[in-house]
């Protein structure tokens, strides 16, 4: 199985960024997928998940109201659609496939421990 993450780049605060993670040897339309990110401190954060079907979607409670999480199943393909964007978003982000969603509605609680398929990351840099 093979996650790749592109569109990290440089963004003003304020801005808005999307990124993109395709994904290979595995039957995505199949799987649920989720974004990760890693803080500049080292910090591994749970960002948003979606449904094998993009039908669900959960997002933590600093994602909320700014990220989208969305999915092209045709295309095998996840997006993060981030606007309003501050210093504080800045990272490595993660895209991981076959993740269990939560059978809750409402703000996300990641797990401690993710054990899908992880790509190398793709860095996001918001300037202040």
């Known amino acids: 199985v093979q996650v790749v993450e592109s569109g990290g780049g440089l963004v003003q605060a304020g801005g808005s960024l999307t990124l993109s993670c395709t994904v290979s040897g595995l039957a995505f339309a199949h799987y649920a997928m989720a974004w990760y990110r890693q803080t500049p401190e080292g910090a591994r954060e749970g960002v948003s998940c979606?449904?094998?079907?993009?039908?669900?979607?959960y997002y933590v409670a600093f994602a909320q109201g700014r990220f989208n999480i969305s999915r092209d199943n045709a295309r095998k393909t996840l997006y993060l659609h981030m606007t309003n964007m501050a210093p504080e978003d800045t990272g490595m982000y993660f895209c991981?496939?076959?993740?269990?969603?939560?059978?809750?509605?409402?703000?996300?609680?990641?797990?401690?421990?993710?054990?899908?398929?992880w790509g190398q990351g793709t860095q996001v840099t918001v300037s202040s």
């Open positions: 979606i449904s094998a079907d993009g039908l669900r979607t």
């Open positions: 991981v496939a076959d993740v269990s969603l939560p059978l809750y509605s409402g703000i996300w609680y990641p797990p401690p421990a993710e054990y899908g398929y």
